[in-house]
């Protein structure tokens, strides 16, 4: 679950893995981005009740969660 305010290390170091984990990390900053413009979008529709964490930040944990906890993906 995401806090309201993120840890500065604790987001540095899922960035790290997302990127150390990739075997393209161009690929991967794309996939960091569009995932932050999706978030913004929500924000601005006021779907996202967490409006004080960044979108970039945002994108950083959802996408490092699901790749250390792939269970937790639909489908």
């Known amino acids: 679950m995401i806090r309201s305010s993120l840890d500065s290390k604790d987001l540095a170091k899922r960035g790290e893995s997302l990127i150390r984990h990739s075997s393209n ?5 794309v996939r960091i981005a569009f995932r932050a413009k999706q978030r913004r979008f929500d924000d601005f529709d006021g779907l996202l009740e967490e ?3 960044k979108p970039v930040q945002r994108a950083i944990v959802e996408l490092s969660d699901e790749q ?3 269970d937790l993906l639909p489908g």
């Not at 990390?25 to 900053?29: A, E, K």
């Open 51 to 53: 409006a004080s964490v």
């Open 25 to 29: 990390r161009y690929l991967t900053t």
């Open 68 to 70: 250390d906890q792939p």
